[in-house]
Structure formats: structure tokens, C-alpha cells
């Protein structure tokens, strides 16, 4: 996490969500996804393999691999999404890797490539968060 390489964050993706293919540019890093509301048809694709989110499991996988993401179900998909070391990668190696290949400001300067929600989305976000909390 000192060289940027570590993140922790909450996912949610909407019904009717698409986020197209997309990978990172090595793999210093493996990518774990939490199921915390996961309905039928919330997918994710590494590779050529499909595989659908549970509550309380967890997907991990190496985004160096394309990777695309789809909610085709009816309720909101969240999962806590954490990146974290790959046990591969030599740990000699650890504190060199922001510069081997500059992935940190590589991971923050693609924050900017995606606008700012309108806020009438955050709100229709937000209303679909409380509901899926709400219905459990």
C-alpha cells in the first residue's frame, strides 16, 4: 500500500450496468471482490470465464487478465473490492514497483478518465442502496 499498490473500497453497480473490458498493465497485484448484495445475474468475466457474485464469497483474481463487469439482474450488486500484493510477485521487488512501471499514478490518474455522477444518478444510486439494505 506505501507504493500505491494496495486499495479498499465499496462497489456498487446499478441494474442494467455494463463496465467494458478492461485490464491493467501488469500484474503486481491481485484483485478480490467481497459479495455483499449480489442478485442473480450481477457477473463478472476474467478471461474467457463468466462467473456470478455470492454473499459473503469471495472472487479473486489477477486484473492484469481482461476483465469486464455486468449487472443484467434486478437489484444493486455490491461487493468491497480489495487489491492487495500478489504472492507471486518477489517482495525484493515490493518497494521498487511504483517505479518499475509507475502503476501508482497510474491507478490514481485514471480516477479522472470518469466523470463526476450527476447527482439526479447519485440519488437514484443512493435510493437503490437504501432499498437493497432495506429488503434484506
Same mark, same amino acid.
Given at each position: 500500500?506505501? $507504493? /500505491?499498490?494496495?486499495?479498499?473500497?465499496?462497489?456498487?453497480?446499478?441494474?442494467?450496468?455494463?463496465?467494458?473490458? *478492461?485490464?491493467?498493465?501488469? !500484474? &503486481?497485484?491481485? $484483485?478480490? *471482490?467481497? /459479495?455483499?448484495?449480489?442478485? #442473480?445475474?450481477?457477473?463478472? @468475466? =476474467? /478471461?474467457? $470465464?463468466? @462467473?456470478?457474485?455470492?454473499?459473503? @464469497?469471495?472472487? =479473486? &483474481?489477477?486484473?492484469?487478465?481482461?476483465?469486464?463487469?455486468?449487472? #443484467?439482474?434486478?437489484?444493486? @450488486?455490491? =461487493?468491497?473490492?480489495?487489491?492487495?500484493?500478489?504472492? #507471486?510477485?518477489?517482495?525484493? *521487488?515490493?518497494?521498487?514497483?511504483?517505479?518499475?512501471?509507475?502503476?501508482?499514478?497510474?491507478?490514481?490518474?485514471?480516477?479522472?478518465?470518469?466523470?463526476?455522477? *450527476?447527482?439526479?444518478?447519485?440519488?437514484?444510486?443512493?435510493?437503490?442502496?437504501?432499498?437493497?439494505?432495506? !429488503?434484506?
Amino acid at each position: 500500500a506505501r $507504493t /500505491g499498490l494496495g486499495e479498499v473500497l465499496i462497489s456498487a453497480l446499478a441494474p442494467g450496468t455494463k463496465l467494458k473490458p *478492461h485490464c491493467v498493465q501488469n !500484474n &503486481f497485484r491481485l $484483485t478480490c *471482490h467481497l /459479495g455483499l448484495l449480489c442478485p #442473480d445475474g450481477a457477473q463478472l @468475466r =476474467v /478471461g474467457p $470465464t463468466w @462467473r456470478e457474485w455470492r454473499e459473503g @464469497r469471495c472472487l =479473486v &483474481f489477477d486484473d492484469s487478465f481482461e476483465h469486464e463487469v455486468r449487472n #443484467d439482474g434486478k437489484g444493486l @450488486r455490491v =461487493v468491497l473490492l480489495l487489491r492487495f500484493w500478489n504472492p #507471486d510477485f518477489p517482495i525484493s *521487488h515490493r518497494a521498487n514497483a511504483a517505479e518499475l512501471d509507475n502503476m501508482a499514478q497510474f491507478d490514481l490518474s485514471r480516477r479522472y478518465w470518469i466523470p463526476p455522477m *450527476h447527482p439526479a444518478r447519485k440519488a437514484k444510486v443512493s435510493r437503490l442502496l437504501d432499498d437493497a439494505i432495506r !429488503n434484506r
